[in-house]
């Protein structure tokens, strides 16, 4: 399927919930999904209905995120539905990994082997503050089950923050050389609930490079939002993804779909095209629709220049 600028579309991000079981201060506001009643979570026969249409109309590529995606009691048997949907040809996982280590076995039966594992620090008290909630033992041990299972790869994404995590730059691209993961830094961006970030908080992904001179450039298998390097002897990569000081708009690909049901043409627009209750034909038009509205690129984003999303990320999946 192709959009109204030549992109061929055809990687789906599905968010399956907005709740998750952290409560990240880039995030996610304190007391929990706002602006959205959970319980209108579309079903996994809904999900799968959208996914299937999407996939007639030439989509290869899903990603099942949330919210938190395992915090769905139904989240093993949906993605093996999602995986035998004719025509996906790749689907993998974005998670928080706090719940993966006794579901990541079955994970992999069902489909997945490849995942994304958030994890912006390595020091128990700023994992918790940040989370809010959250324990660091409990994100390790997921990532080490991943491993453990033969998903690969393995991609540890770090959201970079200025007087947060700009310590710990070489300390989590360094678990690249102990371990078989990729570790992924991403710009923090100005959407939801991030109001409370001074300026100082949003650093350039060159941050990184600067810190890292013995990074060298390194291949991407397909398409990347990543730059991709990798340090000395290491056994995974060093990704940088820039949607502040870099975006990758024309390269894109991607629709996504909200947990309530809508099609976000662009992560960082406030058009949304609901396709809930929509069938046959009529859910395809809407797709298809979807993608004609992606715009060209997305708004500047900046400290002052905010996404004109009207949601948080977990109420988008990232
Ligand atoms: N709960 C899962 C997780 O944390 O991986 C999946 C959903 S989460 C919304 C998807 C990704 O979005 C995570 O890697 C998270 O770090 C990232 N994210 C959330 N808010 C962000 C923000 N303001 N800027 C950059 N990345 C953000
Ligand atoms: Fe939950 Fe993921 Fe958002 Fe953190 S980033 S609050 S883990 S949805």
Known sequence: MKDGFGRTIEYLRISVTDACNLRCRYCMPEEGPSGCNCKMNLSA????????AASRLGMKKLRITGGEPLVRRDIVELTRRLGEIPGVEDMSMTTNGTLLK?????????????INISLDTLDDEKYRSMTRTGKLAD???????AIEVGMSPVKLNCVLIGGFNSDEVESLARLT???????????LMPIGDTAHFGADAYLPGSFVTDRLPELVPAEAEGKSVARLYRLPGALGRVGIISPLSNHFCSECNRLRLTADG???PCLHSAEEISVRGLH????EDAIAEAALHKPKMHVELSATERSKS?????RIGG
């Open 45 to 52: 026969d809904e999900i799968v209905e959208i996914a299937s």
């Open 102 to 114: 006794s579901l990541a076995r079955e994970l992999y039966d069902a489909g997945i082997h490849r």
């Open 139 to 145: 994100a390790l041990s997921g990532i080490e089950a």
């Open 177 to 187: 050389q102990k371990m078989p993961v990729d570790v992924r830094f991403i710009e």
């Open 262 to 264: 809508c099609i976000k």
């Open 280 to 283: 046959g034909k009529a859910l």
């Open 310 to 314: 009207k949601r948080s990320m977990n």
